[in-house]
């Protein structure tokens, strides 16, 4: 069974950084793209950034742009999600999400990132 795993969230003061993981593992199928999507309390989850794969054909949210960066590593079927210069607004739980090439997603079961002083 297909299982992404995430790690690296915490607490963090506003214009910290912080590094997500998403362990991609038991996949056995051609993929898509990645993804790392963010709920915040009482809003809906939305799309922060995403990769291709194979092509690396990066997008980013409006307000991550230039502040996040998304990248992968095949070698260790992992995912990265840079975050610099966090801001309050940035609190919220992370989820990695993986889309395979026939569309069908898989979810991790998210992280939390706090951003406050």
């Known amino acids: 069974q297909v299982q992404l795993v995430e790690s690296g969230g915490g607490w963090v003061q506003p214009g910290g950084s912080l590094r997500l993981s998403c362990e991609v593992q038991r996949v056995a199928f051609s993929r898509s793209a990645y993804s790392w999507y963010r709920q915040a309390p009482g809003k809906e989850r939305e799309l922060v950034a995403s990769i291709t794969t194979p092509g690396g054909v990066t997008t980013y949210e409006d307000s991550v742009a230039g502040r996040f960066a998304i990248s992968r590593d095949d070698a260790k079927d992992t995912v990265y999600l840079q975050m610099n210069t966090l801001k309050r607004e940035d609190t919220a739980v992370y989820y990695c999400?993986?889309?395979?090439?026939?569309?069908?997603?898989?979810w991790g079961q998210g992280t939390q990132v706090v951003v406050s002083s």
């Open positions: 999400k993986l889309t395979s090439i026939t569309s069908r997603s898989y």
